[in-house]
């Protein structure tokens, strides 16, 4: 499959696009009550500290724009999501339906290593 490493910058596009498309969807959704969810109140602090990262750092990563602080402030803000909602319960992802939480944390901890790539504002 060495075939596909020619669209390596390509593939990496598409994961950093549609991570921040995603994850500044669950900022947009609790900040603005749309698509049926909850709209978190500002008076809320940590719930609303969190909406605010999802939904900036979201915009952020996916234009590629100050990436690598974007996603390590994410991957930071969902490892304390995992920790102080789900982990609570059990440890255990699978059990205590924190896989989201989780594979968004290590996803925006590799962008936030890998920069936003060829295609991005910062070009990194």
Do not use: W
């Not at 490892?79 to 594979?103: C, D, Q, S």
């Amino acid at each position: 499959m060495k075939f596909l490493s020619k669209f390596e910058p390509q593939a990496y596009l598409l994961v950093r696009l549609i991570f921040g498309f995603l994850f500044a969807s669950h900022g947009a959704v609790k900040m603005f009550g749309i698509l049926g969810g909850p709209k978190v109140p500002p008076g809320a602090t940590l719930d609303y500290l969190g909406t605010l990262i999802e939904l900036i750092c979201g915009v952020l990563i996916f234009l590629g724009l100050f990436t690598r602080v974007a996603a390590f402030i994410a991957s930071g803000e969902m490892a304390v999501a995992y920790f102080k909602v789900h982990a609570t319960a059990n440890f255990f992802p699978i059990v205590n339906k924190g896989e989201l939480a989780v594979i968004y944390c290590f996803v925006a901890l590799y962008i936030a290593c890998r920069g936003a790539g060829r295609f991005g504002i910062d070009k990194s």
